[in-house]
């Protein structure tokens, strides 16, 4: 390979992942020459801001791949499910962050602090970026992994409104405009439901109220956005037999996903060590110190890169066992900042070769 | 004993809970001869009704136990703590809902579902109701344990404001106010905190946010409201062995606190007999059809009685647990309705004698 800066597509530049990524590579180290933005028809034509230049958004077409080296993906599914091969066979490393790829065999589902070397082993051409609830917790977990090898995870999720798009985040700011300029709304049974407008992705009233769900229904009761904390956890970690739990909840937060982890290892692991490992690891931050008032909240932690950990505790019945209070900004660490550091993994490549 | 009414007195009866165990009184059978309000002496004088009549509240004072049978205690640890020895004194079973006396080893912690034979057993002439939280999932953990045998709670809480009383409440509202009419809040780092005026009993705002955190600083990093859930728990199945784990979180609803619980048996469950067996069981409603939508949400919830249970899963690695999500009125059956409920079997040794 030439040592040359490779050039960038970005898939979904109008979506609300995608007006974050552009902040994101404005604000990053420029490892990228050309950076090209691309979009569904309707949005071709707008012209969007990155790295302080005016670039012209273009329509989704097999040639806007030709001589792009990444290709990074920010749409539904099934766009990326179309698309990100083409991108492949024009030559271009698709980074992938539907939901198409993630359980492919043949596409690694990566997390750079805890599982870079896996971005070279693409025999399709496409890497695949987690659901922003497993890059929640993964990178601090993966830390812990390390060191005292995870055994199971239960986990509770308090999910933003964003990460159901923007249409998520247009509908509860409805709602809390209506919720909050009528002190009689939520404490009366059934009241925001008759309030409320328009419910938009979700399945009951946000404002005033916490939503068991996410994703659409699979066997058993289990949600998709479920199932995906246990499969891709299981495949960051390599760990095919790792025992998870969990349930997936939305609260009426515009952006950051909280978790509540209640992780058990191998070896027996103090809050004193924990909060150690973690403050000292990649990507993560500890905030945990209750008797100041000191633990991450989706308010404090919104706009910012790392995974933010507090509510240390060592399980009262078990040494092996963990309790855990995360936070992370869902539309950054959650979805593109992560794209955008498996696509700077890629870059090197070009650079460095 | 005499084949007479009972006579019953309220103390605390203007606060949050007190003014939800009149509307309950106002509308249950009605087991009680007199009911006599009483209140700090900031508040005696006020007019409230109860069925249907209006009653002047009394100033707390040794005299006013004088002649009652059944003297219901919803106000502070301390004014528990000096008060309801004194009404057990002048002859009254004291009902309390502080925390004064829950692990007490000679007051009863009673949940009738679940022991209501605990409550003879009260040397001391108090029986305690346990906390809003362990009363959001005890009614439906202990009918599966009944059956199964609860061996582990992992439990996770998304908690309304009014846990937190009528300051929490007017907080959330005036948050809610100030947040439902800027649509610049929200998704901005640290904005609610500057926007916010008052904090009131939170430690963050509350507003568009979740909070990691209830009550105060206990040993090892441990709230006293996540020890309550385990310490509570242990108690009311009286099984001291229990191992709980509780995180406890408060979010931006008014009334009704949710639970995630992970709980594992002796003995395999599936979801279909969970669902059958919670079906049946009293005090429990299961809403559970995610197909339909269907599941409980806080929204629905506030005003009604009963648990409610939905999300019902056998976890996929140990057909020993369940996976559910639990709903429950934190003032009424969490406060208000259990305390009421405990004081009525009291009140059946006086007509059944």
Redesign the interface.
Known sequence: MSNRLPTLAIVGATGAVGTVMLDILSKRENVWGEIRLIASPRSAGKVLRVRGEDVVVQALAPEVFDGVDVAMFDVPDEVSKEWAPIAAARGAVAVDNSGAFRLDPDVPLVVPEVNADQVRNRPRGIISNPNCTTLSMIVAIGALHRTYGVK?L?V?S?QAA?GAGQEG?DVL?DQ??????D?SL????????EAVDELGPF???L???????AGS?KD????SEELKV?NESRKILGLEDL???A?C?R?????TH?L?V?ATFDREVT?DAARELLGGAEGVEVL?D??K?E??????????DPTWV?????????PK?L?L?LCGDNLRKGAALNTAQIAEVVAKEFTQA
């Open positions: 199971e239960v509770s308090y964003s985040i700011r809390m405009a209506k919720a909050g300029g002190r939520g404490d009366t049974q059934g009241d925001m439901r399945p009951a009233p404002a005033y109220n916490v939503v068991p769900w229904l058993d009761g289990w949600s246990r025992r998870v739990s349930t909840v609260v009426p937060v515009i952006t909280s509540v209640h809050a945990d209750p008797a008032g633990f991450p909240t989706p308010n404090d932690v919104v706009g910012t507090g509510r240390i505790r060592q399980s009262l019945d078990d066992s309790d209070f």
